[in-house]
């Protein structure tokens, strides 16, 4: 069995939860509040400043030139969903330069990005590639499973671009080569190892949900 499908036993425990979180419903019928989603695209876009530097850390790891043009890789597609989504949804809400400039992650967001990195730093190249991963997988699923679903979220002219930055065939490529990279690395890692890998991802899965509750609060839960 591949670590992924290992991996996917334990999202399938925690993504469903995303599906009915009021934020992604409400993106979703187009009812959630814009100063919601203003919260969110200027934590989101904290968070992922921090995310991309997470592939960084790991880079110094890597022992070949194949290995570190794909982590460059992915490092470069985590910029670019932020100059195809954050950026433009920014620029339409009006958020400034300063705003960006002083705004602080929440500190449960914080605790997110640190355990990342802290996992990733102690790790080596799998580790820190599976810390990233729900990341970058939860949002495939969420945007598919919501279009099925919704079949107008894609038309909401507040949230549309949002679910099409995510169900777009680059975040798709992206996300399936962070997955076969994964496959890759763990074929003959041992059930102790897995074991390690399946928790890490399961706290990711946890720390994204509570991600959603952030912002849905606007940071006052
Ligand atoms: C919190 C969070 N999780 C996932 C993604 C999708 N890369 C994101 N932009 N933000």
Same mark, same amino acid.
């Given at each position: 069995?591949?670590?992924?499908?290992?991996?996917?036993?334990?999202?399938?425990?925690?993504?469903?939860?995303?599906?009915?979180?009021?934020?992604?419903?409400?993106?979703?019928?187009?009812?959630?509040?814009?100063?919601?989603?203003?919260?969110?695209?200027?934590?989101?876009?904290?968070?992922?400043?921090?995310?991309?530097?997470?592939?960084?850390?790991?880079?110094?790891?890597?022992?070949?030139? !194949?290995?570190? +043009?794909?982590?460059?890789?992915? $490092?470069?597609?985590? *910029? /670019?969903?932020?100059?195809?989504?954050?950026?433009?949804?920014?620029?339409?809400?009006?958020?400034?330069?300063?705003?960006?400039?002083?705004?602080?992650?929440?500190?449960?967001?914080?605790?997110?990005?640190?355990?990342?990195?802290?996992?990733?730093?102690?790790?080596?190249?799998?580790?820190?590639?599976?810390?990233?991963?729900?990341?970058?997988?939860?949002?495939?699923?969420?945007?598919?499973?919501?279009?099925?679903?919704?079949?107008?979220?894609?038309?909401?002219?507040?949230?549309?671009?949002?679910?099409?930055?995510?169900?777009? !065939?680059?975040? +798709?490529?992206?996300?399936?080569? $962070?997955?076969?990279? *994964? /496959?890759?690395?763990?074929?003959?890692?041992?059930?102790?190892?897995?074991?390690?890998?399946?928790?890490?991802?399961?706290?990711?899965?946890?720390?994204?949900?509570?991600?959603?509750?952030?912002?849905?609060?606007?940071?006052?839960?």
């Amino acid at each position: 069995m591949k670590l992924s499908e290992r991996i996917y036993e334990h999202a399938e425990k925690i993504w469903p939860r995303y599906l009915c979180h009021p934020f992604v419903t409400q993106m979703a019928d187009g009812t959630l509040p814009q100063e919601k989603f203003r919260y969110y695209m200027l934590q989101d876009y904290l968070y992922l400043r921090d995310y991309v530097k997470i592939f960084a850390a790991i880079i110094p790891k890597a022992d070949d030139f !194949e290995q570190i +043009r794909f982590l460059s890789g992915e $490092l470069a597609g985590t *910029i /670019d969903e932020t100059f195809r989504t954050h950026i433009p949804y920014m620029k339409r809400l009006g958020i400034t330069e300063e705003e960006i400039r002083s705004a602080h992650a929440h500190i449960d967001i914080s605790a997110y990005t640190h355990y990342m990195i802290c996992e990733a730093q102690m790790g080596d190249v799998l580790t820190g590639l599976v810390t990233l991963l729900n990341c970058s997988w939860s949002y495939a699923y969420i945007a598919e499973q919501m279009v099925k679903r919704y079949p107008n979220a894609l038309q909401n002219e507040n949230y549309g671009s949002w679910f099409a930055g995510y169900v777009s !065939e680059e975040y +798709r490529k992206t996300n399936q080569a $962070l997955i076969d990279r *994964i /496959d890759t690395l763990a074929v003959s890692i041992d059930e102790k190892e897995t074991q390690k890998l399946c928790e890490i991802f399961e706290k990711c899965c946890l720390f994204d949900l509570r991600f959603w509750d952030v912002v849905y609060t606007m940071g006052e839960s």
